[in-house]
């Protein structure tokens, strides 16, 4: 009997720890979570690879959680498709995100506040060379394709994901819905998608509220339901507070955008200080209110006095509005101590429209409600054409008598004011174009673009851009169809006349170099068999 006891307690003895051990082991591979090890120690000579969807969401679970990636080098190695759930607020990337130009096809099931592949890029971090494909329907409010808010470096982002929201706080961009750090910027970038949300929309970014863009296109349809809207930023600033200042350079826009008022091809509503310095727009613009609505800016409120400044910029496509005050360049400023708007160098050759009775339109700007901003326009010129119903006030300048504007004499805003201005035709708008992006590096189809403009002008066009100054790279002042006629000459002696000699061949220097290699080693080989003729003799 006691051997029997003694067998028992034994057998006891081994099975508790086994049993254990499988409590144990059962907890492990269920509720406790499991991570992906990725492979990389995060250096820039050995960054964290991620090669799976699965990997990259992990990431993105991780910045959720907390985990910043601080100083870590990330590398995108395969085109990936990925959901995005509803970020928490505050959790920061500080890394370095590089995705290779491979592409991240988008997808969500999240309606709440803050959808974006990260809620914040900090002011360390960059996210660089992704290409965004899919679609994010119905998400909420401050939601984008990279990030909720940029504090840090975004470059070279194409987007292709489409965006729509119907939440009322607004806030949604093609790249970032907000950027909010004076060392923020967003460069080299693309939004080809169609973006469709409430307020502060933007092709680029919903919020620009301080830091630079530069060197980004939208060729996207942008819509807002409500007010701010624009191909680059809707919103410049933020409302309630008028300390921030930014910057837009090299921007275009090429999308047609429309909204409730404050609506334009690159900046909607701006609301502290902005710089704008080479910037075109191309798309149409359309405002259903009197909110402003701009080929470049919609509308400007300030009540510091500030500087805004607009330098070398264009617009061509057509503004139309259903209540007045809208401009081909800008549609105007509201405010008792706005400051100073300064244009230097800026052209409408825009199409304005207004289908209501309201007025106060211009071909160049609406101007403003008020005698507080002072307009300061230096070598500006107005190529516009006014369209309007009933018995509007209107210019194919400026359009309000109450408007204080300062103006040298090169300044040109009335110019051929008969029928209020001269429609210009698409062939004509793209010699426009083609005059001011003239570098002597373009080929055969710039020669094209030039030609068909110049044979197909009307006498009213010619008188139009006979009298509008065209400024160089260099500050020469020459008018736009004497522009057109040199440049017209210039590639038909430098492409045409090559293209005789040798069919096919375009003002390429590389292939024209190749051509003088080749005909001086045929030279060179004749030479050498006289050479070796002579000795023989």
């Given at each position: 009997?006691?051997?029997?006891?003694?067998?028992?307690?034994?057998?006891?003895?081994?099975?508790?720890?086994?049993?254990?051990?499988?409590?144990?082991?059962?907890?492990?591979?269920?509720?406790?979570?499991?991570?992906?090890?990725?492979?990389?120690?995060?250096?820039?000579?050995?960054?964290?690879?991620?090669?799976?969807?699965?990997?990259?969401?992990?990431?993105?679970?991780?910045?959720?959680?907390?985990?910043?990636?601080?100083?870590?080098?990330?590398?995108?190695?395969?085109?990936?498709?990925?959901?995005?759930?509803?970020?928490?607020?505050?959790?920061?990337?500080?890394?370095?995100?590089?995705?290779?130009?491979?592409?991240?096809?988008?997808?969500?099931?999240?309606?709440?506040?803050?959808?974006?592949?990260?809620?914040?890029?900090?002011?360390?971090?960059?996210?660089?060379?992704?290409?965004?494909?899919?679609?994010?329907?119905?998400?909420?409010?401050?939601?984008?394709?990279?990030?909720?808010?940029?504090?840090?470096?975004?470059?070279?982002?194409?987007?292709?994901?489409?965006?729509?929201?119907?939440?009322?706080?607004g806030y949604l961009g093609g790249i970032a819905a907000s950027q909010i750090d004076s060392a923020a910027s967003i460069q080299n970038c693309a939004n080809n998608a169609v973006i469709s949300g409430t307020k502060y929309v933007g092709g680029i970014v919903g919020n620009l509220r301080v830091g630079t863009i530069s060197n980004t296109t939208n060729k996207g349809n942008v819509t807002?339901?409500?007010?701010?809207?624009?191909?680059?930023?809707?919103?410049?600033?933020?409302?309630?507070?008028?300390?921030?200042?930014?910057?837009?350079?090299?921007?275009?826009?090429?999308?047609?955008?429309?909204?409730?008022?404050?609506?334009?091809?690159?900046?909607?509503?701006?609301?502290?200080?902005?710089?704008?310095?080479?910037?075109?727009?191309?798309?149409?613009?359309?405002?259903?209110?009197?909110?402003?609505?701009?080929?470049?800016?919609?509308?400007?409120?300030?009540?510091?006095?500030?500087?805004?400044?607009?330098?070398?910029?264009?617009?061509?496509?057509?503004?139309?509005?259903?209540?007045?005050?809208?401009?081909?360049?800008?549609?105007?400023?509201?405010?008792?101590?706005?400051?100073?708007?300064?244009?230097?160098?800026?052209?409408?050759?825009?199409?304005?429209?207004?289908?209501?009775?309201?007025?106060?339109?211009?071909?160049?700007?609406?101007?403003?409600?008020?005698?507080?901003?002072?307009?300061?326009?230096?070598?500006?010129?107005?190529?516009?054409?006014?369209?309007?119903?009933?018995?509007?006030?209107?210019?194919?300048?400026?359009?309000?008598?109450?408007?204080?504007?300062?103006?040298?004499?090169?300044?040109?805003?009335?110019?051929?004011?008969?029928?209020?201005?001269?429609?210009?035709?698409?062939?004509?708008?793209?010699?426009?174009?083609?005059?001011?992006?003239?570098?002597?590096?373009?080929?055969?189809?710039?020669?094209?673009?030039?030609?068909?403009?110049?044979?197909?002008?009307?006498?009213?066009?010619?008188?139009?851009?006979?009298?509008?100054?065209?400024?160089?790279?260099?500050?020469?002042?020459?008018?736009?169809?004497?522009?057109?006629?040199?440049?017209?000459?210039?590639?038909?002696?430098?492409?045409?006349?090559?293209?005789?000699?040798?069919?096919?061949?375009?003002?390429?220097?590389?292939?024209?170099?190749?051509?003088?290699?080749?005909?001086?080693?045929?030279?060179?080989?004749?030479?050498?068999?006289?050479?070796?003729?002579?000795?023989?003799?």
């Open positions: 009997m006691k051997k029997i006891k003694r067998l028992i307690q034994v057998i006891a003895l081994s099975i508790i720890p086994v049993a254990l051990l499988g409590v144990n082991l059962f907890k492990a591979s269920g509720p406790m979570a499991k991570t992906i090890a990725l492979g990389g120690t995060g250096t820039s000579e050995d960054p964290i690879i991620i090669s799976t969807s699965a990997e990259l969401e992990e990431v993105m679970s991780n910045v959720n959680s907390g985990t910043d990636y601080a100083n870590k080098y990330l590398s995108i190695t395969n085109d990936l498709s990925v959901s995005l759930v509803e970020t928490t607020n505050g959790k920061t990337f500080r890394g370095h995100l590089d995705g290779g130009n491979h592409t991240i096809t988008l997808s969500t099931s999240a309606t709440g506040t803050y959808v974006s592949m990260f809620n914040c890029v900090g002011s360390v971090g960059s996210v660089s060379n992704i290409v965004f494909a899919g679609n994010l329907s119905g998400v909420g409010a401050r939601s984008s394709t990279v990030c909720s808010w940029n504090y840090g470096t975004i470059k070279n982002i194409i987007n292709n994901c489409q965006l729509t929201s119907t939440n009322a706080t807002a339901s409500s007010t701010s809207v624009a191909g680059i930023a809707g919103l410049i600033g933020q409302a309630n507070n008028k300390e921030f200042d930014a910057t837009i350079t090299n921007c275009i826009n090429e999308g047609n955008i429309s909204g409730a008022g404050q609506v334009a091809g690159i900046a909607g509503g701006i609301f502290p200080k902005l710089t704008c310095a080479s910037c075109s727009n191309y798309g149409d613009i359309t405002t259903s209110t009197n909110s402003g609505a701009g080929g470049i800016a919609g509308f400007i409120n300030s009540n510091m006095s500030s500087t805004f400044s607009f330098t070398d910029c264009y617009s061509s496509g057509t503004v139309t509005t259903s209540a007045g005050w809208a401009g081909g360049l800008f549609g105007y400023a509201n405010s008792a101590s706005i400051g100073t708007i300064n244009f230097t160098n800026v052209l409408s050759a825009s199409k304005v429209v207004d289908n209501s009775t309201t007025g106060n339109i211009g071909g160049f700007m609406a101007g403003q409600d008020s005698t507080a901003a002072l307009f300061n326009l230096v070598k500006c010129q107005s190529m516009a054409s006014i369209s309007y119903s009933g018995s509007n006030a209107f210019s194919t300048g400026i359009a309000l008598s109450k408007t204080k504007f300062v103006a040298d004499e090169d300044t040109n805003l009335a110019v051929n004011d008969k029928e209020h201005g001269v429609e210009l035709s698409d062939t004509t708008i793209k010699l426009i174009r083609a005059i001011r992006e003239f570098n002597c590096s373009y080929d055969s189809t710039m020669a094209s673009i030039v030609s068909a403009g110049v044979d197909n002008l009307t006498p009213e066009e010619i008188d139009v851009l006979f009298l509008t100054i065209h400024y160089g790279a260099n500050d020469y002042a020459e008018t736009y169809y004497g522009s057109a006629l040199y440049i017209n000459e210039y590639l038909s002696n430098n492409v045409s006349g090559l293209n005789r000699i040798i069919p096919g061949i375009t003002n390429n220097n590389a292939v024209l170099i190749a051509v003088i290699v080749c005909i001086s080693a045929i030279l060179g080989s004749l030479s050498l068999l006289l050479l070796r003729k002579r000795k023989r003799i």
